[in-house]
Each structure stands twice: as C-alpha cells, then as structure tokens.
C-alpha cells in the first residue's frame, strides 16, 4: 500500500505539472457535446431524448484519445523499467497510473456534466443517474483504453490502431451504461445495469494488469 501511495504522488505530481492535458480534455468534452447540440438545433425534445448517449459517446472519445499521454512518456524516457528496477512490482505501477487518471480525466468530466445534462434538456432524477453510471463505468473505459494503449504503444500509427482495437470492447460499457436512463424512462429501477457495470469492471481489471503486465515486459524484453 505504502508502493502504490508512492507511485500516486509521483504521477499526480507529473500530471500538475502538465496541467494543460486536463484543461485541453476538458475542452474537447465540452466542444464535442457542443458540436452535437448545434449540429441537432435547437429541439428540446431531441436533445432529451438522445443527449445522454450523447454524453457517454464524446466521454468515450475523450478517454480514447487522452489514455496514452499516462504511459506514453515514461516508456520514452524509461522511467517505467527505472520503477522496476527501484522495487515496484509492475501491477502496482499500473494501478497508480489507472487511478491517477481517472482522478484527471473522469472527475474534472462528472463536474461539468451536469451542465451540459441540463443543457439537453435533461431532469434532476435523470442527471443524478447519468453521473452514477458514469462514475461507475468510467473506470472500466479506461482500463480498455489503458490495455490499447500498453498493446499498441509501439506502433507507427499508435492512436488509429488504439481505436480500431478498442470500439468493440467499449460497446457493453456504451450500452449498460446508456441503458440506464432508457430503464427509468420505462419506470424500471435502473440498479440492475448499475452493478452490470459494477460486475464488468471487477472481470476487467485483473485482464487488464494482466496484459498491461505482459505488454510492458514484451517492450522492455
């Protein structure tokens, strides 16, 4: 516990010092959802209907896009073999970058989400659920893209490859976590997809060590 509280520093302290790579995330979250509602005009029973799919379509795109600026500079300048070699197990090294990116990527996005949910002409009730599922099925979007990233790091054409490979993987997460406001639209508790989402995180992380696990050692092999 002691490594992984060690390891949490270091990254959110790299992280304040790029601080630009939240402000631009957040920008293009909120841009895209923008885009969206000017591309639909200005139809209030449109934007109500569709704009939470809205939501989680341009959260997906802002993770796929962000996820390897947490691994991409300390296999360039081998700060990931030093950690290793100082006594942090690589599964830790994983953890603490997974969680400092969710703290960077996901929060800053459940603070302006409820601006936008109300700008698509979404309720209280359904804003409420909309942030729920996201905080839920947010951190399994990430350990998909962190997966794409380690597995592809090494590619010419990096972020094209990373796409290619993660869409289908995200679409149970899209799905579930869409689903929830369909459920209470129909006047169903939507707790059931709520701990699919739950249940589907728990079945990725170890996948996702795993393979980030045997990613890192092919690079540095």
């Not at 979250?29 to 799919?53: N, Q, R, V, W």
């Not at 700060?79 to 703290?103: A, H, P, Q, R």
């Not at 459940?110 to 700008?119: D, I, N």
């Not at 309720?123 to 996201?134: C, G, R, Y």
């Amino acid at each position: 516990m002691k490594k992984f509280i060690l390891l949490c520093q270091r990254e959110l302290n790299i992280n304040l010092r790029h601080i630009s790579n939240l402000l631009i995330n957040v920008f293009f979250y909120i841009m895209g959802a923008s885009i969206f509602m000017i591309a639909l005009g200005s139809d209030p029973e449109l934007l109500s209907k569709i704009g939470h799919a809205i939501i989680w379509t341009i959260i997906l795109f802002t993770i796929i896009l962000s996820s390897e600026n947490f691994f991409l500079p300390d296999f360039l300048d081998g700060s990931i073999k030093e950690l290793k070699v100082t006594g942090f197990s690589y599964e830790i090294i994983i953890l603490s970058k997974l969680f400092i990116m969710w703290v960077f990527l996901i929060i800053p996005i459940l603070f302006v989400t409820p601006f936008l949910s109300l700008m698509m002409q979404l309720d209280t009730t359904e804003i409420k659920i909309l942030a729920i599922s996201i905080f839920l099925g947010s951190p399994t979007l990430l350990l998909i893209s962190s997966s794409m990233v380690l597995i592809s790091i090494q590619s010419k054409n990096n972020k094209i490859l990373l796409i290619l490979l993660a869409l289908p993987l995200y679409l149970p997460i899209l799905i579930f976590g869409v689903g929830c406001i369909e459920l209470f639209r129909e006047l169903i508790s939507p707790l059931q997809n709520f701990f699919i989402l739950i249940a589907i995180f728990l079945i990725t992380l170890p996948i996702t060590i795993f393979t980030g696990k045997l990613a890192i050692k092919e690079i540095h092999r």
